[in-house]
């Protein structure tokens, strides 16, 4: 059985610029979740989707949003780059149960 | 405000001997805690999980004990191997039944090391 994928898994943009990762979960998965670890840092939660619709949304600015599609992959979208937002962009999917399973994350850095 | 803590930043154990990683946690509507182990360059790996219902939960080398009243929980590695050094990240959550799964709040890691 395939895990979650992600793409790309490494990137590099200019502050100000906007920047776009994908997401597949595992099949049968329709909850996506999207965690930002951000060097020294743990593991921050950003958004879970289920469903196609948007459940919860962590602490992070209205620049950083996504959306889930009918086959469930997901997108994470982050507008006007910041240097803070250097950081390993992980996705998960699970089953409707708290079991989790990660992707092997997108690594962003801004410069 | 940290809700879930790992206080230890890193631990260092002997191969063959027991690894103890600790968590503690502040708020009282978590109801489920799962371990998390993580290796450089990839994405967490999903070890262990307890339910609040349950003091205790064992999967073959690991066992994961819940103290409700102390809101502390440990991940017991035994024995440990050369391969279990890793980063281990402890989650709660709580969970709503009606629309499952809740965000995960994530303690900041322990740094595992086993030693030859």
């Known amino acids: 059985e395939a895990g979650v994928t992600q793409s790309p898994t490494h990137l590099i943009k200019t502050r100000g610029q906007q920047v776009t990762l994908r997401c597949s979960p595992i099949?049968?998965?329709?909850?996506v979740y999207w965690y930002q670890q951000a060097l020294g840092l743990g593991l921050q939660f950003l958004l879970w989707y289920d469903e196609g619709e948007e459940r919860n949304r962590g602490n992070f600015p209205p620049r950083f949003s996504g959306r889930q599609f009918p086959n469930y992959s997901s997108e994470l979208n982050v507008n006007a780059l910041e240097l803070e937002d250097s950081a390993l962009y992980l996705c998960?999917?699970?089953?409707?149960?708290?079991?989790?399973?990660f992707g092997p994350g997108t690594r962003l850095t801004v410069t | 405000d940290q809700q879930v803590k790992q206080n230890s930043p890193s631990l260092s154990v002997q191969e063959g001997r027991i690894s103890i990683l600790n968590c503690d946690y502040t708020?009282?509507?978590?109801?489920?805690f799962l371990w998390y182990k993580k290796y450089p360059a990839e994405g967490p790996t999903f070890l262990i999980s307890i339910s609040s219902i349950k003091d205790k939960n064992e999967d073959g080398r690991f066992t994961v004990f819940l103290n409700k009243s102390a809101k502390h929980l440990s991940l017991h590695i035994v024995p440990s191997q050369p391969g279990d050094s890793a980063v281990y990240f402890c989650a709660a959550t709580r969970k709503i039944i009606i629309q499952g799964a809740q965000k995960l709040v994530f303690g900041q890691g322990t740094r595992l090391t086993i030693n030859p």
């Open positions: 099949s049968g998965h329709t909850s």
């Open positions: 708020n009282s509507m978590f109801d489920y």
């Open positions: 998960a999917s699970s089953q409707r149960d708290n079991e989790q399973y």
